[in-house]
């Protein structure tokens, strides 16, 4: 049973550009959670998805950054315009239901460099 | 004060030592509490979880919870290098969207 994919797990961007993250959760979860990590800093809670819906995007920043988790295929994390301040881990985790008992898989992460 | 606080360490204990790992929380009302453990590099990976007052086993790992008191710990037994390492403590807040509230992790070493 595979694990939590995320790719890339390493990207570059040049200030300006966008950055396209996807995460593909375990089989049979349906619950999905972003969190970003910045060197030296603990993960930061950014969106929450169920398939077609944004359930607490609190952590998202309001300008540059979108998540979607189409009914088909990967929940994506966009980020437009990058800047050398997005340069963090980020990391997709995903659960099998939703409940005081929320056990969270993580994926390896993506790791992006903002030149 | 920060929701989920940790001692950011390194905290150092010799190889076969009980390494004790502690974390209060802020919101009274919080329900579940994770212990993930992360290598320098790696993704997060879950150790155990506990939403209960008291002691929960699991091998060399003990999470404890003191809900009055407002803070959870883990115990490693035996302690091996290989679980050198930052251990994150993450918690469910009040009932919502049950995302995760991380304190910034505890890194330990291990000294063989």
């Known amino acids: 049973n595979a694990g939590v994919m995320q790719n890339p797990r390493h990207l570059v961007r040049r200030r300006g550009q966008e950055a396209r993250l996807r995460c593909s959760p375990m089989k049979g979860h349906s619950h999905v959670y972003w969190y970003r990590q910045l060197p030296e800093e603990g993960l930061k809670f950014m969106v929450y998805?169920?398939?077609?819906?944004?359930?607490?995007e609190s952590g998202m920043p309001k300008e540059r950054f979108s998540a979607e988790f189409p009914k088909e295929g990967p929940s994506i994390l966009r980020i437009q315009q990058v800047v050398r301040g997005d340069s963090a881990a980020y990391f997709c985790a995903s659960s099998p239901l939703q409940g005081p008992v929320n056990e969270q898989f993580f994926g390896p992460g993506t790791r992006l460099t903002v030149l | 004060q920060k929701e989920v606080e940790q001692n950011s360490g390194p905290l150092s204990v010799p190889e076969g030592a009980i390494a004790s790992l502690n974390c209060t929380y802020s919101d009274r009302g919080s329900q579940s509490f994770f212990w993930y453990r992360q290598y320098s590099g790696k993704s997060p990976e879950l150790i155990m979880f506990i939403y209960s007052n008291g002691d929960k086993e699991d091998g060399r790992f003990t999470a404890q919870l003191n809900k009055a008191s407002q803070y959870v710990s883990l115990l490693i037994r035996d302690s091996q290098p290989s679980d050198s390492a930052t251990y994150l403590c993450?918690?469910?807040?009040?009932?919502?969207?049950?995302?995760?509230?991380f304190g910034t992790g505890t890194r330990l070493k291990v000294l063989a």
């Open positions: 998805l169920q398939k077609e819906n944004i359930i607490d």
């Open positions: 993450a918690v469910i807040g009040v009932a919502g969207t049950y995302k995760y509230i």
